[in-house]
């Protein structure tokens, strides 16, 4: 059993943290911190949790005495608190951006904020978990993938790793449900704003999409550039990514079908489906798992994936917990096998 403590305990983030570790039969929550509702019963805040008894407190980082934080905050926080953590032997899993980077111009242009500092950096673990490279004994510090780079990645991974498309080619096409603005106020998450309305946002200047390029460019081994748009739509969880790339040989839709599911045969939360069988948002929803659907034109030698996940889930908090499971040699599957709620 160890003891986590989890920092921005008032987000959407915290809130499915603590509803997957509490079935997490190794973990232990000893502290959630927030500055804003220091000593408030957690249920004032979140009536849904009436059964827990835990307070907000208030974060010293001398003064913790556990074995991993999660960093459920927004950017730019973590970055200064995780150092000292992590010199104290407390291991760091950072669901935000700080450490997701590892070229500081790029943090600057895209954030807005000075990054890490680039010794920082190099220590991070970026783990897309069912293709990381975590080591039990030695990573201290892990950078959780953001909710689009990880949609979009899980789907393209096969793809670039094959060698069998245009490198220049890669086209994504995302939609998000509102949560992932988190629970502050903003004009465009009113409901007045949102609710029967479909938008494109932050074309060109999306912060994952430096994130879902530097992924692939490192696995590629390769400079590469994507064209990313990501949209917002009126639901509350969800997104769903639609990649569109040329391939570079002849290659049909069973072939291709056979090389994802070749790939993620042992990768207990990627289902890929039949062909002909693409996939919803709903169909993921409350779940860690990432649903892939293929569909090769043979004429045009073009591919379209659809990739769907919970970005609650699977694009933030659970993917977190299952690089938990990484770090500490559990089964993968620990705390993690909720069936995904439906309708």
């Not at 919970?310 to 096998?337: C, F, P």
């Amino acid at each position: 059993m160890i003891d986590v403590g989890i920092v921005g305990g008032s987000g959407y983030g915290a809130i499915e943290l603590i509803r997957l570790l509490t079935h997490h039969q190794y973990v232990n929550i000893k502290y959630i911190f927030s500055h804003s509702k220091i000593d408030e019963p957690i249920k004032e805040t979140f009536p849904h949790l009436s059964h827990l008894t835990h307070q907000y407190e208030a974060l010293n980082s001398e003064q913790i005495d556990c074995d991993v934080v999660f960093f459920a905050t927004p950017s730019n926080i973590s970055k200064g608190l995780a150092p000292s953590l992590i010199e104290r032997n407390i291991k760091v899993i950072d669901l935000s951006g700080d450490f997701r980077l590892g070229d500081r111009s790029v943090y600057k242009q895209f954030y807005g904020e000075s990054a890490a500092p680039q010794e920082q950096l190099e220590k991070a673990n970026y783990s897309i978990a069912e293709w990381s490279n975590i080591e039990q004994n030695h990573t201290q510090l892990v950078a959780n993938p953001g909710c689009f780079p990880t949609a979009t990645l899980l789907a393209i991974h096969p793809l670039v790793d094959q060698q069998i498309i245009n490198n220049d080619s890669i086209i994504i096409d995302a939609k998000t449900g509102v949560s992932g603005a988190g629970r502050s106020l903003a004009q465009h998450v009113h409901y007045s704003e949102m609710n029967e309305n479909f938008s494109a946002y932050a074309i060109g200047k999306h912060k994952h999409k430096p994130e879902i390029e530097q992924y692939i460019s490192k696995l590629a081994n390769e400079n590469i550039k994507v064209v990313f748009t990501p949209h917002l739509v009126p639901m509350t969880r969800g997104i769903l990514s639609t990649i569109y790339v040329k391939l570079n040989q002849h290659v049909t839709n069973e072939g291709l079908h056979a090389i994802f599911t070749e790939y993620y045969d042992d990768k207990p939360f990627v289902r890929i489906r039949d062909l002909g069988n693409y996939p919803k948002t709903k169909e993921v929803y409350g779940s860690n798992f990432c649903d892939i659907g293929i569909y090769v034109d043979e004429e045009s030698q073009s591919a379209i994936i659809v990739s769907v996940i919970d970005n609650l889930v699977k694009g933030a908090s659970g993917q977190a917990i299952q690089n938990l499971n990484l770090m500490y040699g559990w089964n993968e599957n620990t705390g993690l096998t909720q069936t995904p709620v439906y309708p």
